[in-house]
């Protein structure tokens, strides 16, 4: 085994890359999510034809039944923080100035949840089970940014405990 | 070799093929599958494994694209396993699915194959060039019509074929293919051998319609032991054989002229089979063609014809649709006239058999009378042949 030297220069070396980059359809069930999103101001969520589970993110199709999904209808009711995390760096590791509060966010009756950010709050007294609506932008463009982040529906004395 | 279990095919489900879908890969996955479901007259809890199979993570964008793609799969919860030899990929992923139930681990097994191209802009050869030695080949821009044209070249030259004969397979699987539900939209049709052989040359002698397109799609098929097909009454396709060979990267130190490979892959297939006489023995074959001179190329390789003897066949009409006298080869219109989402492509070749043992391939099915059938793809770098044989005999 060798190891580099400390003068990178000095190592023969070529650089590369995978010459592409990605262009994602959202698919048959993100069309209709995000449009909603966008247009409605609205979070869809499908109902599966077999069981008849209700699920986020929406899909065309159940993952336990293998089969098709029916009904989209809107989420109801504030959704609640299921869990969460201060995020202090970047995605290059660089120190964040403000901590980032990140959520996983469920509504009653819906399996499943999104995941997104949690602002408009002091995050150091985020609580699990805190109940949250989303901060829909002014401009939206069809895509999970629509929402700015979730913000606490303001009930102070429901914080904590799920 | 002894196996716990003999393995049948009890269905196989095929999405449209398209040069762009708007549908996720998840979601293709899932159409696939089930329609292969569907065709077996099964649902997801008759599945006791999955087994995924997608081309580099790199088409769809997403890394881990096996674990992505689970849950359209019908995999969740399930044991599920990826593989992946490259182009190699579809046929290989029933291999796997073969493994799983002839183990005596699992009664049945779902086998999912899907790739999404259109993903990766400006055009997906970019992944392709990632797959060459990054000191000796990435450096020069070298991507996959490279390698075909200079074997391609070898081949021809090797064997003094002329253009035509390779523009009479283009012709004769695009035709093949329009006949086939899944076939991309403009890909298969009726075109003259002049068309074929005005097309763009693209990196000479490998020209525009004698090539796959780029596309996207997925395919699937149902796998189930001997037991379970008992236990149902079936009277079903199995599978006789499986082969699969790789061969060295250094694809520059090879004479390519020949795929060394595909002949030990088929040569493991037939074995396993007890097939002693292929030419007799084998009576539809769905070989790989990404390139119209591949089909040519690995039938030799599967010992359906002597070296250089394939393209005169072309001549004398044994690979057709309605050969009587001769093996029909690529009767589903293959990748030249269904397309070539890579591993669904593989999964489809594996299907085309299924279904014309089963007389059940509609306008494409052959002439001459058919209980054995073999499909074979081939892919990473020039490398890696894999081969399935499947029988009506029971």
């Known amino acids: 085994m060798t190891e580099e030297t400390p003068s990178p220069e000095r190592i023969s070396q070529w650089r590369g890359n995978i010459p592409i980059h990605h262009r994602y359809t959202v698919g048959v069930a993100g069309q209709r999510f995000f449009a909603a999103l966008r247009d409605e101001k609205v979070i869809l969520a499908s109902t599966c034809s077999g069981c008849g589970a209700r699920f986020l993110l929406p899909k065309i199709y159940c993952e336990r039944c293998f089969v098709d999904t029916k009904e989209w209808s809107p989420v109801k009711g504030p959704g609640y923080v299921k869990t969460f995390t201060l995020v202090h760096r970047n995605l290059d590791e660089e120190v964040l100035t403000e901590p980032v509060a990140a959520a996983v966010i469920g509504w009653e009756g819906v399996r499943g949840g999104i995941v997104h950010r949690i602002g408009g709050m002091d995050t150091s007294q985020l609580r699990i ?22 913000k606490p529906v303001d009930r102070p004395f429901h914080r904590g405990g799920a | 070799m002894a196996y716990r279990n003999r393995v049948a095919v009890l269905g196989a489900g095929l999405t449209r093929f398209m040069r762009r879908a708007l549908e996720t890969p998840k979601e293709l996955a899932f ?50 396993m990826r593989s992946y030899v490259g182009g190699g990929s579809g ?66 030259t090797t064997h003094n074929v002329p253009m035509e004969t390779f523009a009479k397979v283009a012709q004769k699987n695009k035709r093949n293919g329009m006949d086939h539900p899944s076939s991309q939209s403009g890909i298969s049709g009726d075109y003259t051998l002049d068309q074929i052989m005005d097309s763009e040359v693209m990196a000479w002698p490998v020209q525009r319609l004698m090539v796959s397109p780029v596309s996207d799609g997925a395919g699937a098929m149902v796998l189930a032991s001997e037991e379970f097909v008992k236990k149902r009454g079936l009277d079903p396709v199995w599978i006789e054989g499986v082969g699969w060979n790789l061969d060295t990267s250094y694809w520059t130190n090879r004479d390519l002229y020949y795929p060394r490979y595909v002949e030990k892959a088929a040569r493991m297939a037939y074995e396993m089979a007890g097939v002693t006489e292929p030419r007799k023995e084998i009576h539809v074959v769905e ?49 030249i006239g269904v397309g070539n989402p890579i591993s669904a492509a593989g999964v489809m070749k594996v299907a085309e058999i299924f279904w014309q043992l089963e007389g059940r391939a509609g306008k494409r099915q052959v002439k001459r009378s058919v209980q054995r059938g073999l499909a074979q793809a081939w892919g990473d770098l020039m490398q890696v042949g894999t081969v399935v044989i499947l029988g009506k005999q029971s």
């Open chain 2, 31 to 80: 159409e696939a599958a089930r329609a292969a479901l569907d065709d077996a007259s099964l649902e997801i809890d008759d599945m006791d494994a999955v087994v995924s199979v997608t081309a580099p993570d790199a088409f769809d964008g997403v890394h881990m694209n096996g674990e992505y793609l689970a849950d359209g799969s019908g995999a969740r919860g399930k044991p599920f």
């Open chain 2, 91 to 156: 046929v290989f992923g029933i291999i796997n699915g073969w493994y799983h139930v002839a183990s005596g681990h699992f009664d049945t097994c779902l086998v999912v194959g899907e790739e999404k191209m259109s993903s990766a802009l400006p055009h997906p050869q970019g992944c392709f060039n990632a797959i060459y030695d990054q000191f000796l080949e990435r450096p020069l821009g070298v991507n996959l019509l490279w390698i075909f044209s200079l074997e391609m070249n070898r081949y021809m």
């Open chain 2, 287 to 335: 070989p790989y063609d990404p390139f119209a001179y591949k089909e040519l190329h690995h039938l030799e390789g599967l010992q359906l014809a002597d070296k250089g003897e394939a393209p005169r066949l072309v001549e004398e009409g044994f690979w057709d649709r309605d050969t009587e006298t001769g093996i029909p080869a690529t009767p589903s219109g293959g990748l």
């Open chain 1, 129 to 150: 089970g805190q109940k949250v609506e989303p901060q829909w932008r002014e401009v939206r463009t069809g895509g999970i940014a629509d929402i700015l982040y979730f």
